[in-house]
């Protein structure tokens, strides 16, 4: 994996950094909303990670990411309220649904090249939001979704240390995995498909390997997610407007980094809500999508790459 | 290392086009042979079936006793079998090691994951095929024609093959990057490793081949030794075009 002093060293920053923002808010220097703000960013760093994963690298562009971060949630949220299974057993058991299921529903899709593929992932969220509403809604909450769903914390400070330290060990497994001969063998898939087969490695079986840990991240963020709202809307979770966050926090961030989507998914959540008191309709989406655009014409490879350019000069210069 | 490949009434038809018309040859192993034709004969089509890149309409293909001619390409580069394009392949976005490193992997996720890469062993494939030290951090963006079939033959190695499939591997090329590769060929012979290769550069492959095989609109026309073959009245017309000096 090759790592060096300075991986440790902004690893160990941004850990300190992360875990230690309730303190700033003890100390009157951030505001309660601004904790809560923070948790909704981290759920969406875990989406943009998952994102990433799977499409980040390889092509294999995902529109249709709600679809599986929905069978995590409702996994969970069914499993718990309708059937009294304990949370410490649902949540486990929504993420293996979310991996199997996705695999089983999406494995053909991954035969196919690219387009096809995004196509094919956002008719799946449409269909399962469409599916959620008749097929045996007594469980589902039908068009309303749930409510009543068990919360796991109480409050602002318990509800970002669970989101954090989730989105922390997520960024980092991610992150190491990534660095392996796997990561590198995704980064080739993207780049050249047939000579990576042609290399000797079975490309179906990375695809379908960056699913499944795709899978598992969303299932997990989405379970858990649910478990902090205590509710499920099922319109906002299969919105068009939310694969757009996900995906745009992911390249703004830096596509294939996992730590640029984390980047990504702070500096759009933070931005939306900036924006809400001046703009408080759906034209902030605009906003952001220009904001995006700009970002993208600067440098394309994102907000990580920015970062890291303005590091490396710093250090050239000292 | 070594093994036999074998193609046996290989047909394969495109639409209403015949790429590769009722083929027959057999390299032994440790054999080296030439495979010659002019422009769109079909050379190319034959490694890409007998890769599994192409399926064959009829006919077979085997390594050793074994037939390979149903299996995915990964499974056939298991076997032993490997091969250049005419068009380099790279992955454009990183380095030559990790270029090299692509090839080197094990068809499995879990080893991937689990054990590191092999830097010494990208060097010494890197060097091997003519590279320099300081060309392992580089991409195929900075790399010349000539770099880029050094990285194609790099590659090809990594897989650990019996057998090589070389495609053009000297067009494009500078004379003293021919003479790189060309060692290298022969360097590869002395150790036993299995050849069949395609090249325009007829002055450049006649010292690395045992014999030749030439081919025309995907028929075979002649096979032999490589001046018997040369000196062929059906290959001068097709290839040399009736008469010259190759
Ligand atoms: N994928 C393909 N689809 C249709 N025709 C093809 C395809 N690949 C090759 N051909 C045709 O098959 C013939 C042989 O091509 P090729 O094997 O590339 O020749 P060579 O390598 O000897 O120059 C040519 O007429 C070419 O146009
Ligand atoms: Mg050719």
Redesign the pocket.
């Known amino acids: 994996m090759n790592l060096r002093w300075y991986h440790f060293a902004a690893w160990g920053a941004l850990i300190a950094a992360m875990l230690l923002m309730p303190r700033l808010v003890d100390l009157g220097l951030m505001g309660r909303g601004t904790l809560r703000t923070m948790i909704q960013a981290c759920y969406l760093a875990m989406f943009a990670i998952s994102w990433d994963v799977l499409s980040g690298r390889t092509g294999y562009i995902s529109f249709g990411h709600p679809f599986l971060i929905g069978i995590g949630a409702y996994g969970t949220a069914i499993l718990s309220k309708k059937f009294g299974v304990p949370v410490e057993l649902s949540i486990p058991l929504a993420v293996l649904i979310t991996m199997i299921g996705g695999l089983v529903v999406l494995l053909p899709a991954l035969r196919i090249k690219g387009s096809y593929f995004a196509l094919v992932t956002l008719a799946f969220m449409e269909l399962m939001y469409q599916l959620v509403q008749v097929i045996r809604p007594d469980l589902t909450g039908g068009t309303r979704g749930l409510s009543g769903i068990k919360t796991l914390t109480r409050g602002a400070e318990n509800g970002y240390m669970l989101a954090v330290s989730l989105m922390l060990a997520v960024a980092l497994g991610c992150w190491l995995l990534m660095r392996t001969r796997f990561g590198t063998a995704l980064w080739a898939l993207g780049q050249n498909e047939e000579a990576v087969s042609g290399s000797g490695l079975s490309t179906i079986r990375l695809k379908a390997m960056a699913f499944l840990v795709s899978a598992f991240v969303a299932g997990l963020a989405g379970a858990f997610l649910v478990h902090y709202n205590g509710s499920l809307a099922p319109r906002a979770m299969f919105d068009i407007n939310s694969v757009f966050t996900i995906i745009v926090a992911a390249l703004i961030g830096g596509a294939g980094t996992i730590l640029g989507p984390v980047l990504g998914a702070f500096f759009l959540t933070f931005l939306l809500e900036w924006l809400r008191p001046f703009l408080p309709g759906a034209e902030r989406f605009l906003v952001y999508g220009a904001v995006a655009l700009v970002l993208y014409m600067y440098q394309p490879k994102g907000i990580y790459a920015i970062i890291e350019g303005g590091l490396k000069r710093l250090w050239g210069r000292a | 290392m070594s093994a036999r490949l074998q193609v046996s009434n290989l047909v394969k038809r495109?639409?209403g086009?015949t790429?590769t018309n009722d083929m027959s040859f057999t390299v032994e192993p440790g054999e080296s042979v030439g495979l010659i034709?002019?422009?769109?004969?079909?050379?190319?089509?034959?490694f890409?079936q007998i890769m599994g890149e192409?399926r064959q309409t009829s006919g077979q293909i085997h390594m050793g006793e074994q037939e390979i001619s149903a299996l995915s390409t990964p499974a056939r580069i298991r076997r032993g079998v490997s091969r250049t394009y005419?068009v380099p392949r790279p992955f454009p976005e990183i380095t030559v090691a990790e270029n090299i490193r692509v090839g080197l992997m094990p068809d499995s996720v879990w080893q991937m994951v689990t054990r590191g890469a092999d830097r010494d062993r990208e060097r010494e494939l890197a060097l091997a095929v003519g590279f320099a030290e300081a060309d392992l951090d580089r991409t195929p963006a900075e790399l010349s024609m000539g770099d880029l079939r050094k990285l194609e033959m790099a590659r090809t190695l990594a897989t650990d093959p019996k057998v090589m499939l070389l495609?053009e591997v000297f067009a494009g090329l500078t004379v003293g990057e021919i003479a790189t590769i060309s060692a290298l060929v022969q360097k590869l012979r002395d150790q036993g490793m299995t050849f069949l290769i395609?090249s325009h550069d007829l002055k450049a492959l006649e010292p690395l081949i045992d014999r030749a095989i030439a081919?025309d609109r995907?028929t075979k026309i002649a096979e032999g030794a490589y001046s018997e073959v040369i000196a062929d009245a059906g290959v001068r017309a097709s290839y040399l075009g009736g008469g010259g000096d190759a």
């Open positions: 495109f639409g086009l790429a034709g002019p422009n769109g004969a079909g050379k190319t089509t034959i890409s192409h005419q495609d395609v081919i995907g």
